[in-house]
């Protein structure tokens, strides 16, 4: 099971942490996690991928703003979201090997 949490309303330039839990029973050290999101009207896109070793993949407009965390130990991921832009709104969803959340809105608006 997958769960995302965290999202909510932001502002333009503000910070916004989202978690993923994820229930499985071993730990998820080395392997796959990520997180999408869909914007009203479009498709679902990557915006980071972690394979769980050092290659890790982003979406480029979201380089330098973006990041993923892991804590193994918990299961959790966190997608770490800085210098929010109105263009970052949509529904995040986490990923976990083939495994989706339902996803979490994320509104960016003055």
């Known amino acids: 099971q997958v769960a995302e949490s965290g999202g909510g309303l932001v502002q333009p330039g503000g910070s916004l942490t989202l978690t993923c839990n994820i229930t499985y029973s071993r730990t998820i050290y080395g392997l796959g996690v990520g997180w999408y999101r869909q914007a009203p009207g479009k498709q679902r896109e990557m915006v980071i991928e972690?394979?769980?070793?050092?290659?890790?993949n982003y979406k480029e407009d979201v380089k330098g703003r973006f990041n993923i965390s892991r804590d193994n130990a918990k299961n959790l991921v966190h997608l770490v979201m800085r210098n929010l832009t109105v263009e970052a709104t949509a529904v995040y969803f986490c990923?976990?090997?083939?495994?989706w959340g339902n996803g979490v809105q994320v509104t960016v608006s003055s």
């Open positions: 972690n394979t769980g070793w050092d290659s890790t």
């Open positions: 990923i976990f090997e083939r495994y």
